[in-house]
């Protein structure tokens, strides 16, 4: 193979990854999302265990984690959303603090602690998708 064809592949494949498709990108940003929602789980566990009753109508506060292709307003555009579902206005609370209780910042050492874990999982599926798409498909 001569260098005008080599170059030839690589300008294909290059073209090819940077033209994901919203379902691609969705899949990717959910890779990292899901791994982001396990680490706030702990966090949360350890930080706010559930100890007392039931939780009320919606569980306890680690039972109100999600993770969901789009963003938070439902729209699908490539992004993908980690947080609280009904219980949202107690993890704001206890995170950032309010008069009476002090801030404890769970959620954000929790996304700094899970920066490089998220990118990893990330990557892993973008090569992935990658391979796929230039005709290999081990992965």
């Given at each position: 193979?001569?260098?005008?064809?080599?170059?030839?592949?690589?300008?294909?494949?290059?073209?090819?990854?940077?033209?994901?498709?919203?379902?691609?990108?969705?899949?990717?940003?959910?890779?990292?999302?899901?791994?982001?929602?396990?680490?706030?789980?702990?966090?949360?566990?350890?930080?706010?265990?559930?100890?007392?009753?039931?939780?009320?109508?919606?569980?306890?506060?680690?039972?109100?984690?999600?993770?969901?292709?789009?963003?938070?307003?439902?729209?699908?555009?490539?992004?993908?959303?980690?947080?609280?579902?009904?219980?949202?206005?107690?993890?704001?609370?206890?995170?950032?603090?309010?008069?009476?209780?002090?801030?404890?910042?769970?959620?954000?050492?929790?996304?700094?602690?899970?920066?490089?874990?998220?990118?990893?999982?990330?990557?892993?599926?973008?090569?992935?998708?990658?391979?796929?798409?230039?005709?290999g498909g081990d992965k």
């Amino acid at each position: 193979m001569d260098m005008d064809e080599a170059l030839g592949q690589w300008l294909k494949q290059v073209s090819k990854a940077a033209e994901l498709s919203i379902s691609d990108q969705e899949k990717i940003t959910k890779a990292g999302a899901d791994v982001y929602a396990e680490k706030l789980a702990e966090t949360t566990k350890e930080k706010h265990p559930s100890t007392k009753g039931n939780g009320g109508k919606y569980g306890h506060l680690v039972d109100n984690i999600r993770s969901q292709k789009g963003d938070v307003d439902g729209q699908h555009n490539g992004q993908s959303s980690v947080g609280f579902h009904n219980k949202a206005y107690i993890a704001r609370f206890l995170n950032d603090g309010t008069k009476y209780i002090r801030a404890d910042h769970f959620v954000d050492n929790s996304r700094d602690d899970a920066k490089d874990a998220v990118f990893a999982a990330e990557a892993e599926k973008y090569q992935e998708i990658i391979a796929k798409l230039n005709g290999g498909g081990d992965k």
